[in-house]
């Protein structure tokens, strides 16, 4: 049960499934495909829509680490109420900090556990998928992130206009969007940030992006987030601190980590690239290029 005070549901299903059988597999990624709602449901109808037994369902519970089926929608529903409260009923939830200790380390060492908890559920198999198809030029890039994590989009872009071209960072006036979703079809990649409170004009991009085909990676802090129906591949990262408010450190290195993956799997195509940019960055400016 610790396991499951540090993960959600979804993050222990995703741990669970190499350890599952045939039958418990197979309802388990109905219920991951269909989270959280799925799990909501009557345990004979979600067995029913997963094409299980009821004793499939329970031994996947056992499994999971609930005492039984009750004690794993209980859990559900307090993802559900805890991912729906405003910042200040998490602030105030909290309550004081206490002034004994050393208040910095206890902060770095939560922040490090966070990243550590990022890679550690990291699928390798989908990390590989997403940085190869952001490695390949011939597909279009669109980036778009949410109140508080559209840097991280920028930051992704940033680089990787630089790696390989043919990106963009959508910007935050949800008015310009249609705009690009014009042009999205199946060559492209829409890299999602999206965090609890999830915004919706993000989820609706997002849902169009993949309705017109294209390939939608998301990167967000629960295998529950709204974005995550739509996307081929997510990847998660816990974002709560030490502090009063949440911290996108465990998100950001994994961000890094994809830039650095895609800069590998690019090879000589950057090294070509960086160096016509150097060339044409001192034509431009001169001895005053950054």
Known sequence: MNKQAAESVADVLNSALPGLTAQERRAALYLRDHYPVAGLDPLARLARASGVSSQTILRLTAKLGFSNYRDLQDRLRGEVSSERSSPLARIVARGPTAADGDWLA??????????????????????????????????????????????????????????????????????????????????????????????????????????QGATVILFTDSRAAPVSHFASQVFVAPTDSAGAWDSLSALFALTEAMIARVTELEGGGTTERLGRLENIRARLLGNNAP
């Open 106 to 211: 206890g902060y770095a060492g939560k922040m490090a556990d966070n990243v550590n908890t990022a890679f550690s559920m990291v699928v390798r198999e989908d990390f590989e998928a997403a940085a190869r198809a952001l490695a390949d030029r011939k597909r279009p890039m669109l980036a778009v992130g949410g109140r508080f994590t559209q840097p991280l989009a920028r930051y992704l872009v940033r680089h990787l206009e630089i790696v390989r071209g043919g990106v963009e960072e959508i910007g935050s006036i949800s008015a310009t969007w249609p705009d690009r979703l014009i042009d999205v079809d199946r060559r492209s990649i829409v890299v999602v940030y999206d965090v609890r409170r999830y915004a919706p004009d993000v989820v609706a991009f997002a849902e169009i992006a993949a309705q």
